[in-house]
Protein backbone atom coordinates (compact mmCIF):
# COMPACT_ATOMS: atom_id res chain seq x y z
CA UNK A 1 0.00 0.00 0.00
CA UNK A 2 1.39 3.20 -1.03
CA UNK A 3 0.29 6.86 0.48
CA UNK A 4 0.12 9.85 -1.61
CA UNK A 5 3.03 10.98 0.51
CA UNK A 6 5.50 10.55 3.57
CA UNK A 7 3.66 10.93 7.05
CA UNK A 8 5.10 10.49 10.30
CA UNK A 9 3.42 7.24 11.55
CA UNK A 10 2.84 6.38 15.31
CA UNK A 11 0.39 3.33 15.40
CA UNK A 12 -0.95 0.72 12.38
CA UNK A 13 -3.91 -1.93 12.88
CA UNK A 14 -4.43 -4.21 10.56
CA UNK A 15 -8.40 -5.69 10.23
CA UNK A 16 -9.29 -9.35 9.45
CA UNK A 17 -12.46 -11.16 8.79
CA UNK A 18 -14.21 -11.65 12.31
CA UNK A 19 -15.26 -15.19 10.82
CA UNK A 20 -12.09 -16.50 8.65
CA UNK A 21 -9.32 -16.36 11.45
CA UNK A 22 -6.77 -18.82 10.04
CA UNK A 23 -6.87 -16.51 6.80
CA UNK A 24 -5.19 -13.63 9.49
CA UNK A 25 -2.59 -16.48 11.22
CA UNK A 26 1.13 -15.40 10.26
CA UNK A 27 0.77 -11.89 8.47
CA UNK A 28 3.95 -10.13 8.54
CA UNK A 29 3.96 -6.23 8.12
CA UNK A 30 6.43 -4.55 6.68
CA UNK A 31 6.99 -0.30 6.14
CA UNK A 32 9.41 2.60 4.93
CA UNK A 33 9.71 4.97 2.81
CA UNK A 34 10.97 3.56 -0.23
CA UNK A 35 9.38 0.23 -1.55
CA UNK A 36 13.33 -1.17 -2.01
CA UNK A 37 13.80 -0.40 1.82
CA UNK A 38 10.85 -1.65 3.61
CA UNK A 39 11.77 -2.39 7.24
CA UNK A 40 10.10 -5.72 8.79
CA UNK A 41 8.26 -4.86 12.21
CA UNK A 42 7.05 -6.88 14.74
CA UNK A 43 3.30 -6.43 15.71
CA UNK A 44 2.96 -5.47 19.47
CA UNK A 45 -1.04 -7.33 19.73
CA UNK A 46 -2.28 -9.56 17.52
CA UNK A 47 -5.06 -12.18 17.69
CA UNK A 48 -7.92 -13.94 14.99
CA UNK A 49 -8.83 -10.56 13.71
CA UNK A 50 -7.22 -7.71 14.78
CA UNK A 51 -3.08 -7.13 14.64
CA UNK A 52 -1.63 -3.56 16.38
CA UNK A 53 1.78 -2.54 15.86
CA UNK A 54 2.71 0.46 18.19
CA UNK A 55 6.30 2.57 17.39
CA UNK A 56 8.38 3.03 19.73
CA UNK A 57 9.46 5.80 18.16
CA UNK A 58 7.19 7.63 15.46
CA UNK A 59 8.92 7.55 12.19
CA UNK A 60 8.21 9.01 8.33
CA UNK A 61 6.39 6.25 6.21
CA UNK A 62 4.83 6.20 2.75
CA UNK A 63 4.64 1.91 2.28
CA UNK A 64 2.88 -0.72 3.98
CA UNK A 65 3.34 -4.18 3.11
CA UNK A 66 1.70 -6.77 4.70
CA UNK A 67 2.05 -10.47 3.46
CA UNK A 68 1.47 -13.99 4.76
CA UNK A 69 4.60 -15.62 5.99
CA UNK A 70 3.75 -18.73 3.13
CA UNK A 71 2.83 -21.52 5.79
CA UNK A 72 -0.90 -19.95 4.32
CA UNK A 73 -2.60 -20.30 0.71
CA UNK A 74 -4.93 -17.51 1.81
CA UNK A 75 -4.25 -14.06 3.54
CA UNK A 76 -7.89 -12.03 3.68
CA UNK A 77 -6.89 -8.16 5.22
CA UNK A 78 -10.40 -6.29 5.55
CA UNK A 79 -8.91 -2.77 6.42
CA UNK A 80 -5.28 -1.77 7.28
CA UNK A 81 -5.33 2.29 9.70
CA UNK A 82 -2.66 4.34 9.95
CA UNK A 83 -2.73 6.50 12.79
CA UNK A 84 -0.19 9.91 12.37
CA UNK A 85 1.73 12.87 14.14
CA UNK A 86 -1.29 15.63 13.93
CA UNK A 87 0.47 18.64 12.12
CA UNK A 88 3.44 20.91 13.66
CA UNK A 89 2.62 24.44 14.24
CA UNK A 90 3.56 27.21 11.76
CA UNK A 91 7.38 26.99 11.23
CA UNK A 92 8.15 23.74 12.81
CA UNK A 93 8.66 19.76 11.31
CA UNK A 94 9.72 16.52 11.95
CA UNK A 95 8.85 13.73 14.59
CA UNK A 96 7.63 15.74 17.39
CA UNK A 97 7.70 19.29 15.44
CA UNK A 98 11.40 19.00 16.64
CA UNK A 99 13.03 20.85 13.80
CA UNK A 100 12.98 24.41 12.32
CA UNK A 101 11.63 25.42 8.88
CA UNK A 102 14.11 26.92 6.90
CA UNK A 103 11.86 28.72 4.42
CA UNK A 104 11.56 32.65 3.38
CA UNK A 105 7.83 32.70 2.91
CA UNK A 106 5.33 30.82 4.53
CA UNK A 107 5.19 27.32 5.93
CA UNK A 108 7.00 23.96 5.18
CA UNK A 109 5.32 20.48 5.47
CA UNK A 110 4.85 19.20 8.61
CA UNK A 111 7.35 15.45 7.16
CA UNK A 112 9.98 16.77 5.25
CA UNK A 113 10.21 20.40 5.90
CA UNK A 114 10.03 21.26 2.27
CA UNK A 115 8.98 24.73 1.70
CA UNK A 116 5.42 25.00 0.31
CA UNK A 117 6.68 28.06 -2.07
CA UNK A 118 10.20 26.39 -2.98
CA UNK A 119 12.10 29.20 -1.75
CA UNK A 120 14.28 28.82 0.83
CA UNK A 121 15.72 31.46 3.85
CA UNK A 122 19.11 33.15 3.03
CA UNK A 123 22.13 30.22 4.22
CA UNK A 124 19.97 27.14 2.89
CA UNK A 125 19.43 25.45 0.05
CA UNK A 126 18.24 21.98 -1.39
CA UNK A 127 14.85 20.42 -1.79
CA UNK A 128 13.42 20.33 1.74
CA UNK A 129 16.36 23.44 2.59
CA UNK A 130 17.47 21.72 5.06
CA UNK A 131 21.41 21.96 3.74
CA UNK A 132 23.79 24.85 4.93
CA UNK A 133 25.31 26.96 1.72
CA UNK A 134 28.30 24.93 0.47
CA UNK A 135 31.34 27.00 1.58
CA UNK A 136 32.34 29.98 -0.06
CA UNK A 137 28.82 30.63 -0.53
CA UNK A 138 25.72 32.92 1.12
CA UNK A 139 22.34 34.62 1.03
CA UNK A 140 19.63 33.85 -1.17
CA UNK A 141 19.85 30.47 -2.43
CA UNK A 142 23.17 30.66 -1.70
CA UNK A 143 24.28 32.73 -4.87
CA UNK A 144 26.55 34.98 -3.17
CA UNK A 145 30.28 34.27 -3.15
CA UNK A 146 32.44 35.47 -0.46
CA UNK A 147 34.73 37.69 -0.24
CA UNK A 148 36.80 37.23 3.08
CA UNK A 149 40.31 37.96 4.12
CA UNK A 150 42.53 34.75 3.06
CA UNK A 151 39.41 33.37 1.51
CA UNK A 152 38.18 32.31 4.83
CA UNK A 153 34.77 31.06 4.95
CA UNK A 154 32.06 33.87 5.62
CA UNK A 155 28.55 33.09 7.47
CA UNK A 156 26.41 31.56 5.21
CA UNK A 157 23.43 33.43 6.23
CA UNK A 158 24.93 37.31 5.63
CA UNK A 159 28.26 36.61 4.46
CA UNK A 160 30.09 38.71 7.13
CA UNK A 161 33.64 37.41 7.36
CA UNK A 162 35.51 36.36 10.52
CA UNK A 163 36.98 39.73 12.38
CA UNK A 164 34.71 41.51 9.68
CA UNK A 165 38.15 41.09 7.55
CA UNK A 166 37.01 41.38 3.95
CA UNK A 167 39.51 40.55 1.16
CA UNK A 168 41.44 42.84 -0.64
CA UNK A 169 39.26 45.14 -2.91
CA UNK A 170 36.11 44.60 -0.56
CA UNK A 171 33.80 46.38 1.93
CA UNK A 172 30.89 46.70 3.75
CA UNK A 173 29.13 44.42 6.83
CA UNK A 174 29.35 41.22 4.11
CA UNK A 175 32.02 42.24 1.96
CA UNK A 176 30.01 42.29 -1.13
CA UNK A 177 30.68 46.21 -2.20
CA UNK A 178 33.64 47.31 -4.15
CA UNK A 179 36.47 50.09 -2.75
CA UNK A 180 35.21 53.21 -4.05
CA UNK A 181 36.97 55.34 -6.68
CA UNK A 182 40.15 56.28 -5.82
CA UNK A 183 40.68 53.28 -3.18
CA UNK A 184 41.93 49.70 -3.07
CA UNK A 185 43.06 47.13 -1.27
CA UNK A 186 42.67 45.54 2.18
CA UNK A 187 39.99 47.36 3.94
CA UNK A 188 39.82 49.96 0.78
CA UNK A 189 42.51 52.34 2.50
CA UNK A 190 45.33 52.26 -0.20
CA UNK A 191 45.23 55.21 -2.43
CA UNK A 192 45.04 55.14 -5.88
CA UNK A 193 47.74 56.82 -7.56
CA UNK A 194 47.20 56.87 -11.31
CA UNK A 195 47.99 59.28 -14.39
CA UNK A 196 45.52 62.00 -14.56
CA UNK A 197 43.66 60.63 -11.20
CA UNK A 198 42.02 57.90 -13.71
CA UNK A 199 40.91 55.30 -10.97
CA UNK A 200 42.66 51.89 -10.46
CA UNK A 201 41.99 48.44 -9.96
CA UNK A 202 39.66 48.05 -6.59
CA UNK A 203 41.34 45.21 -5.74
CA UNK A 204 45.28 45.53 -6.78
CA UNK A 205 45.55 48.65 -7.22
CA UNK A 206 47.09 48.61 -10.99
CA UNK A 207 46.22 51.59 -13.18
CA UNK A 208 44.76 51.66 -16.48
CA UNK A 209 47.72 51.03 -19.25
CA UNK A 210 50.37 50.84 -15.81
CA UNK A 211 50.75 54.62 -15.87
CA UNK A 212 51.10 56.23 -12.90
CA UNK A 213 51.10 59.55 -11.56
CA UNK A 214 54.11 61.64 -11.95
CA UNK A 215 56.26 60.90 -8.67
CA UNK A 216 55.23 57.39 -8.16
CA UNK A 217 56.27 54.03 -9.38
CA UNK A 218 55.70 49.98 -9.23
CA UNK A 219 53.13 47.74 -10.29
CA UNK A 220 50.25 49.43 -8.63
CA UNK A 221 51.66 53.09 -8.34
CA UNK A 222 52.24 52.95 -4.53
CA UNK A 223 55.79 53.57 -4.02
CA UNK A 224 56.82 57.32 -3.99
CA UNK A 225 59.80 58.00 -5.47
CA UNK A 226 62.93 58.95 -3.13
CA UNK A 227 66.13 60.49 -4.31
CA UNK A 228 67.94 57.59 -2.82
CA UNK A 229 66.47 55.42 -5.51
CA UNK A 230 65.41 57.27 -8.08
CA UNK A 231 66.50 60.20 -10.13
CA UNK A 232 64.42 63.01 -9.69
CA UNK A 233 63.22 64.71 -12.99
CA UNK A 234 61.04 68.12 -12.19
CA UNK A 235 58.81 69.14 -14.32
CA UNK A 236 58.90 72.41 -15.97
CA UNK A 237 56.99 74.77 -14.40
CA UNK A 238 55.36 72.34 -12.30
CA UNK A 239 56.40 71.06 -9.04
CA UNK A 240 55.67 67.57 -10.23
CA UNK A 241 57.94 64.87 -10.57
CA UNK A 242 58.78 61.33 -13.04
CA UNK A 243 61.13 58.85 -11.68
CA UNK A 244 63.75 57.05 -13.06
CA UNK A 245 64.94 53.69 -11.16
CA UNK A 246 68.65 53.73 -10.42
CA UNK A 247 69.51 50.78 -12.79
CA UNK A 248 72.02 52.35 -15.43
CA UNK A 249 75.26 53.82 -15.54
CA UNK A 250 74.83 57.64 -14.24
CA UNK A 251 75.87 59.00 -17.95
CA UNK A 252 72.62 56.63 -18.89
CA UNK A 253 70.32 57.83 -16.63
CA UNK A 254 71.69 61.50 -17.19
CA UNK A 255 70.49 61.26 -21.13
CA UNK A 256 67.11 59.50 -19.81
CA UNK A 257 66.19 62.36 -17.59
CA UNK A 258 67.53 64.85 -19.85
CA UNK A 259 64.97 63.14 -22.88
CA UNK A 260 62.24 62.96 -20.09
CA UNK A 261 62.73 66.56 -19.22
CA UNK A 262 62.85 67.80 -22.86
CA UNK A 263 59.97 65.52 -23.36
CA UNK A 264 57.69 67.04 -20.71
CA UNK A 265 58.79 70.70 -21.58
CA UNK A 266 57.54 70.13 -25.25
CA UNK A 267 54.41 69.04 -23.69
CA UNK A 268 54.35 72.02 -21.60
CA UNK A 269 54.58 74.13 -24.55
CA UNK A 270 51.99 72.70 -26.25
CA UNK A 271 49.74 73.02 -23.85
CA UNK A 272 50.60 76.41 -23.91
CA UNK A 273 49.94 76.80 -27.45
CA UNK A 274 47.11 74.71 -27.48
CA UNK A 275 45.51 77.70 -24.52
Given at each position: ????K??????????G???????????????????????????????????E?????????????V??????????????????????????????????????????????????????????????C????????F?????????????????????????????????????????G???F??????????????????????????Q????????????????????I??????????????????????L????????????????????
Amino acid sequence: MGLNKPYIVERVLVLGRTDKGSQFDNINILMGLWTESLQDEQFTFKNETIAELRLTSPREIQFVRVMGNGHSNVVTICEILLYRQADCPLGRYSVNCSKQCNCRVGSCDSVTGACVDGICEDGWNGMTCNDTCHPGTFGANCSSICRCHNNITCNHFNGSCPNNQCAAGWKHDNCSVACGQGNFGLNCTSPCHCLQGASCDHVSGNCPGDQCAPGWTTSNCSVECTSSSHVIAPFVQHAVKVCLVLTAPPSAIALKLKAVTMSLATVQMTNVRLG
